[in-house]
């Protein structure tokens, strides 16, 4: 499985990708960025690569870039916001929105048990990819094109201060509750439906014995950090409900 004797047909079909990211270099490096290390099943021979080398260079590009941009931005943020703010921007659930933008998971190479599972799919691996791609584009097209690339697609969400899209709502929930009493949410699972590759799991987040929010959403997961957001939004009902209960 050298890198050497790729299939032609695998290389052509990253035409259309490559078009989508004004691709100008070598399309085996743009392969090997969408090349998970299940690919080789246990048997990674010399020349075979993964884009885990590229994903760790794409990683350290994309967080000074927007570091850089937040800097420039925000002059009078301290180092807290300026950190909190850029761990929202680059966080898993971004890069994973912004690779399914690209169509990325179409293009990910895994092995077959993994993409029988829809696993190309998943936050994660379309996140190292995106990392990946950009550490590729690097190498491919030099500093000046990946931070072209870059600032375009996170332009909008550095003039809108990232708002609250990847809050983390568990952890602020937490907390919450922390000032409220000794008492602990709980999220419970409620359904999960559909084939194991396509799965939606419903769940309720209760507390003091009452279901404060339920949400769906493709793992469990991300359910529970939905149910947070709508509990987190709906506080104002539910703490002054329970402080007079």
Excluded at 10 to 39: F, M, S
Excluded at 172 to 198: C, D, F, K, N
Aim: net charge negative; proline share 2%; aromatic share 8%.
């Amino acid at each position: 499985m050298n890198t050497e004797g790729v299939n032609k047909s695998r290389i052509d079909k990253l035409g259309a990708l490559a078009e989508k990211l004004n691709w100008l270099g070598d399309l085996h490096l743009l392969q090997q960025a969408l090349t998970h290390p299940t690919y080789f099943e246990g048997q990674k021979m010399p020349g075979d690569e993964d884009n885990q080398r590229l994903e760790f260079l794409g990683d350290s590009i994309l967080g000074f870039v927007v570091a850089r941009e937040l800097f420039k931005r925000n002059p009078q943020a301290d180092e807290g916001y300026l950190s909190k703010t850029r761990a929202a921007l680059v966080c898993e659930g971004s890069l994973a929105d912004l690779a399914r933008e690209l169509g990325l998971g179409d293009y990910i190479l895994m092995g077959k048990g993994s993409l029988k599972n829809g696993e190309q799919n998943r936050n994660s691996i379309l996140a190292d990819a995106f990392e990946a791609v950009i550490g590729a584009m690097y190498l491919a097209q030099g500093q000046e094109k990946v931070e072209a690339f870059l600032l375009a697609r996170f332009t909008t969400e550095l003039e809108e201060k990232v708002g609250d899209r990847y809050e983390d709502y568990k952890g602020l929930m937490q907390m919450l509750v922390q000032t409220l009493s000794e008492r602990h949410i709980t999220y419970q699972l409620l359904s999960a439906v559909g084939p194991s590759h396509q799965r939606t799991f419903t769940v309720a987040l209760v507390y003091c014995g009452e279901t404060l929010a339920t949400a769906s959403g493709p793992s469990k997961k991300e359910a529970e950090q939905k149910a947070a957001r709508l509990a987190w939004q709906r506080q104002d009902e539910w703490v002054a409900r329970l402080a007079h209960g």
